[in-house]
């Protein structure tokens, strides 16, 4: 009985320990971490996105306007810092470079099955504390669709689809690191 006493304290003084140990690894580390997988440098404050002008052969409108606002929103939603307009710590910038629609798949009759819509986007990546992580990088993503269907009636809809994976990329490469 006296040794069950003896398992008990120090199984609790062990629990104590180790628990202070993993609190001191983590509050320890120079790098701030969050459920997004986001690992950015704690001196890292602000963020600028810098409006990304439109050099695809074709041009919508819409897209130039909708991507960087759609990178604003995914970083202040996955992240903690500040939206600053000018110089921040992390600073993003470019242009969009494709926006093409290309035949993918013709059927037995030889007419088109199925048609590709790219995006491409040029992006320039400064990262003020981690000057290692600068990059300079062109993201492309698409979405398939029936040859048959009218673009102008799904292309905003595929827009979105593709700029959200755009925004994903970009953000996995500049603050996940991946």
């Not at 580390?29 to 969050?34: A, F, L, V």
Request: proline content about 2%; hydrophobic content about 40%.
């Amino acid at each position: 009985m006296h040794f069950r006493k003896i398992e008990i304290i120090m199984s609790k003084q062990f629990s104590g320990l180790f628990i202070l140990l993993i609190i001191t690894t983590l509050t320890g580390c120079r790098i701030k971490y969050s459920f997004t997988g986001a690992s950015i440098d704690p001196n890292s404050k602000t963020f600028s996105v810098k409006e990304f002008p439109n050099n695809a052969r074709l041009i919508n409108p819409a897209l130039s306007q909708s991507f960087s606002e759609a990178l604003k929103d995914a970083l202040l939603s996955k992240t903690s810092l500040a939206l600053v307009n000018g110089d921040a710590d992390l600073n993003f910038e470019g242009n969009i470079t494709g926006y093409t629609i290309v035949t993918q798949a013709i059927k037995g009759d030889e007419t088109a099955a199925y048609n590709r819509f790219t995006i491409q986007i040029k992006v320039k990546f400064k990262n003020k504390q981690k000057k290692e992580y600068d990059f300079e990088n062109v993201f492309s993503a698409y979405r398939d669709f029936p040859a048959n269907s009218e673009f102008t009636s799904i292309e905003d809809a595929l827009m979105a689809d593709i700029i959200k994976d755009l925004t994903q990329d970009i953000f996995q490469k500049s603050v996940v690191n991946w």
